[in-house]
């Protein structure tokens, strides 16, 4: 009887957790589904869009081909319809020069002053065609469009499939720079020679309760709560999810795409307590981690509560790059073949007093965090704020191995 309570009790524990993992996946599906359309959309839109700037350009061209030809037609037209009838007038004189009776003096004198008064009729003016260059150019033009575009579609495929141009890699980095901060600039800092592609997996037993995963690899704020089960390792008073992976020593790289809303992307230290309240427990605003974070307007880096502001556009793909070595953490911007530096978390070693208050905080306290096994971190800050972390872009990887 005991053995059957016990089974039962068993049952119906899996029974829950069925409900619960369920529930999840209901919620996922609507997600996936939601965010499919909402893309479709935008895609549907932008191909409309694009197609009405080919229409309006076909347009543009056309009329610049039938203006060119009405400009030109009248010119030769008008040239042709001279050159016909001085010929008509030329030949009409010649009959009646050939016509005149050889004992007619007078008459054919007449005649014969009437021909060479014909023949020495100024010619019509030369035919300009100003227009002939820029109209007879306009195959070459078009043409020209056709092939970029062409050459656009297969490249941005190629982009999406994840694949480089040609099957190598075409990332350039940018040159530069990539200082701490805006007060202490210093030379671009190249990623070093061994990179690591480091793969990340979400960690579920640290995810806020507002924190939606989508497998191991995307992560969503949403609005109603989802009835995790209790963990020590999850954040309570924060939106906030760990990786699984563990970094203390080489060299680590990832990337992750901002799909949505204002996001920080960072390392926390392993050992941090995720019950800390929400000013004390975000990214950044303690000692125990840093990130960069997109604030809807601008990038800005974060350590122990003290900020940086970047200048430099948005960017939907952030690579990090942690060297747990040089305990350096360096964040970059990635699009199409460039990887942008955005902004570098070194110790600087520049004469005192050429910092501003973020620089001092990172020389004075930045290195206390390489003392720790350190964990990839994300603050989902707003709502429908939506990450996805990588696969890497093979370019990227490619380029990165070989420095």
């Known amino acids: 009887q005991a053995q059957q309570?016990?089974?039962?009790?068993?049952?119906?524990?899996?029974?829950?957790?069925?409900?619960?993992?369920?529930?999840?996946?209901?919620?996922?599906?609507?997600?996936?589904?939601?965010?499919a359309t909402k893309e479709r959309e935008r895609v549907e839109k932008l191909f409309a869009e694009a197609s009405e700037v080919l229409a309006t350009f076909q347009k543009e061209v056309v009329g610049f081909i039938e203006h060119g030809e009405r400009s030109m037609l009248g010119e030769a037209e008008a040239d042709l319809r001279w050159k016909e009838e001085r010929r008509a007038k030329l030949v009409q004189c010649k009959q009646n020069l050939e016509n005149v009776p050889s004992t007619d003096t007078i008459y054919f004198l007449q005649e014969f002053q009437a021909l060479k008064v014909a023949m020495e009729e100024n010619l019509s003016p030369a035919l300009s065609f100003q227009n002939e260059l820029n109209f007879t150019k306009c195959t070459q033009a078009v043409g020209t469009v056709k092939d970029v575009l062409s050459a656009a579609c297969k490249k941005q495929w190629d982009h999406l499939q994840g694949k480089g141009i040609d099957g190598q890699s075409s990332l350039e980095i940018e040159e530069g720079l990539c200082s701490p901060s805006p007060s202490a600039r210093r030379s671009f800092h190249?990623?070093?020679?061994?990179?690591?592609?480091?793969?990340?997996?979400?960690?579920?037993?640290?995810?806020?309760?507002?924190?939606?995963?989508?497998?191991?690899?995307?992560?969503?704020?949403?609005?109603?709560?989802?009835?995790?089960?209790?963990?020590?390792t999850r954040f309570i008073n924060c939106e906030q999810v760990l990786g699984v992976n563990l970094m203390n020593r080489g060299n680590y790289y990832w990337e992750v795409e901002l799909i949505d809303g204002w996001v920080s992307i960072g390392v926390i230290a392993e050992d941090f307590d995720p019950r800390q309240s929400y000013n004390r427990g975000r990214l950044g605003r303690n000692e125990k981690s840093c990130c960069l974070q997109w604030n809807g307007q601008n990038y800005v880096a974060w350590f122990g509560g003290f900020e940086s502001v970047i200048q430099q556009p948005f960017f939907h793909t952030i690579g990090v790059f942690l060297?747990?070595?040089?305990?350096?953490?360096?964040?970059?911007g990635v699009k199409d073949?460039?990887?942008t530096c955005l902004q570098q978390l070194k110790v600087s070693h520049f004469a005192k007093g050429q910092f501003d208050s973020f620089q001092n905080k990172i020389n004075h306290q930045f290195p206390s965090l390489f003392l720790c096994k350190l964990k990839p971190a994300f603050f989902l800050e707003s709502v429908d704020a939506h990450v996805q972390i990588g696969p890497l872009k093979k370019d990227c990887v490619s380029v990165l191995k070989r420095r």
């Open 5 to 35: 309570a016990k089974f039962l009790s068993d049952a119906e524990n899996e029974l829950e957790e069925l409900a619960v993992t369920i529930a999840q996946a209901k919620k996922m599906v609507e997600l996936i589904k939601g965010a």
């Open 190 to 232: 190249h990623p070093p020679s061994s990179p690591f592609a480091f793969i990340i997996d979400l960690d579920s037993d640290t995810a806020d309760k507002f924190i939606q995963l989508f497998g191991t690899k995307g992560a969503k704020r949403v609005l109603c709560p989802i009835p995790y089960p209790e963990s020590p």
């Open 323 to 332: 060297e747990y070595s040089e305990k350096a953490l360096t964040f970059y």
């Open 337 to 339: 073949s460039k990887m």
